[in-house]
T-cell receptor, first 118, second 119 residues
Framework: AQKITQTQPGMFVQEKEAVTLDCTYDTSDPSYGLFWYKQPSSGEMIFLIYQGSYDQQNATEGRYSLNFQKARKSANLVISASQLGDSAMYFC???????????????FGKGTHLIIQP | GAGVSQSPRYKVAKRGQDVALRCDPISGHVSLFWYQQALGQGPEFLTY????????KSGLPSDRFFAERPEGSVSTLKIQRTQQEDSAVYLC?????????????????FGPGTRLLVL
């Protein structure tokens, strides 16, 4: 089963509109972290925002916010007032507590290609 | 520089050649990760170091893949007898702390990647 599911392969959004990128995850670990990264065409993964499983409030970082619904296992990224420079691939990722025998890195979704139109 | 650096940025290899990819993490970062990103996919975890110790190599696809970090800073990912299916972007990431309960919240900072093409 997919641990991270991003159901939107691509999205077109008008400049200055808000956009929501979907992410659902699957884990039985009570302690985990959720991350969003941006990958422009240059290839580098740029960290955007983090949400911990025990955090009571939704994370925010400037124009980025995370709509965290723990019971539904979703962690959608919201970008307010989109800009042309927001055009990129966006990846949702999860890190579970290392309990031994499991991979210690981030597990990524397949990504969403966001294109901002003028 | 302050960020993670990787070299070379691009590598073309003939099938059967050995390649070595270098990663320079952020100074002082304890943890170092290697990921493989196939075209159109998200990165997939390969291996993890805490200082010089390789604590997890569960993602290495075959015994042709070998990674080291002998002095706990620079790391090298070596691929022996390259195959066409090894063509991908290889990303390196580092984070400040090691494993443990707080590790789930540790942000990983990525380098620009090495784009490997095996002909």
């Amino acid at each position: 089963a997919q641990k991270i599911t991003q159901t939107q392969p691509g999205m077109f959004v008008q400049e200055k509109e808000a956009v929501t990128l979907d992410c659902t995850y699957d884990t039985s670990d009570p302690s985990y972290g959720l991350f969003w990264y941006k990958q422009p065409s240059s290839g580098e993964m740029i960290f955007l925002i983090y949400q911990g499983s025990y955090d009571q409030q939704n994370a925010t970082e400037g124009r980025y916010s995370l709509n965290f619904q723990k019971a539904r296992k979703s962690a959608n990224l919201v970008i307010s007032a989109s800009q042309l420079g927001d055009s990129a691939m966006y990846f949702c990722a999860m890190r579970e507590t290392f309990t031994g025998g499991g991979a210690d890195g981030l597990t990524f979704g397949k990504g969403t290609h966001l294109i901002i139109q003028p | 520089g302050a960020g993670v650096s990787q070299s070379p940025r691009y590598k073309v290899a003939k099938r059967g050649q050995d390649v070595a990819l270098r990663c320079d993490p952020i100074s002082g970062h304890v943890s170092l990760f290697w990921y493989q990103q196939a075209l159109g996919q998200g990165p997939e975890f390969l291996t993890y170091f805490q200082n010089e110790a390789q604590l997890d190599k569960s993602g290495l696809p075959s015994d042709r893949f070998f990674a080291e970090r002998p002095e706990g800073s620079v790391s090298t990912l070596k691929i022996q007898r390259t195959q066409q299916e090894d063509s991908a972007v290889y990303l390196c990431a580092s984070s400040l702390l090691g494993t443990g309960g707080l590790a789930v919240q540790e942000t990983q900072y990525f380098g620009p990647g090495t784009r490997l093409l095996v002909l």
